[in-house]
């Protein structure tokens, strides 16, 4: 959601530029004040709902992803089905601490996976793979050497 952000912020640097340049009556001001407002108002909405309606578990055996507010639906990826985890950060989600890992699984209904926004993606990462080699030693499945 950075990009979201810094656009916000782009957007309401001009329109308290805009006026000043265009003219000074107050029916400019009052519209660049309503931009501004929906410019902050949409990705705070979002966030919202990003933050109310999507969930992640993890257990030693499988991976939950929750999502909706009035209809939740509850997906889940088992540990050994996953193929292969990956992060992705950049430079301004890297400062921030957070980033997205993408999960490639042969789970039908989520065959790749982006988990966005996370906090720690390296060491979530990391846990995930670490708990899909475990499940695969658990059970005698032949882990590939890459």
């Not at 400019?28 to 931009?35: Q, T």
């Not at 400062?95 to 926004?117: A, E, W």
Request: net charge positive.
């Amino acid at each position: 959601m950075l990009g979201s952000w810094i656009t916000s912020g782009l957007i309401t640097v001009a329109c308290l530029i805009a006026p000043i340049l265009i003219a000074s009556g107050s029916g400019w001001w009052l519209a660049s004040f309503g931009i501004m407002a929906l410019a902050w108002i949409v990705p705070a909405l979002v966030l919202l709902y990003r933050r109310i309606s999507i969930h992640y578990r993890v257990t030693n055996q499988r991976l939950f992803h929750e999502s909706g507010i009035l209809r939740r639906r509850t997906d889940r990826i088992e540990l050994i089905d996953i193929d292969d985890v990956a992060t992705d950060q950049g430079i301004v989600e890297r400062m921030m601490g957070v980033g997205s890992i993408r999960i490639t699984s042969s789970d039908r209904t989520h065959p790749v996976l982006i988990l966005q926004g996370i906090e720690g993606v390296r060491e979530v990462a990391a846990q995930l793979d670490n708990g899909r080699r475990a499940e695969r030693l658990r059970r005698g499945l032949h882990i590939e050497t890459v």
